[in-house]
């Protein structure tokens, strides 16, 4: 007989380790989920385009107001 069977811990870490990994699951699904929701990564991807735009029309604004200081 194993001595494992008899301590009384071991019900609490086998409890730790099937939660722990239901959990760990669950949000790896969640993760599938997010990453292939193509609505999602549109939103994503236009939100990054218009803050590109935005950035290189501050950086031209500044490029002309600084120009003139040169």
Known sequence: MNSALLSPRTGFLADWAVRSGLGLASWGLQR?????????????LEARAAAEAALAERDAAHRASTYGLL
């Open 32 to 44: 599938a989920a997010r990453r292939n929701d193509r609505d999602r990564l549109l939103r994503r």
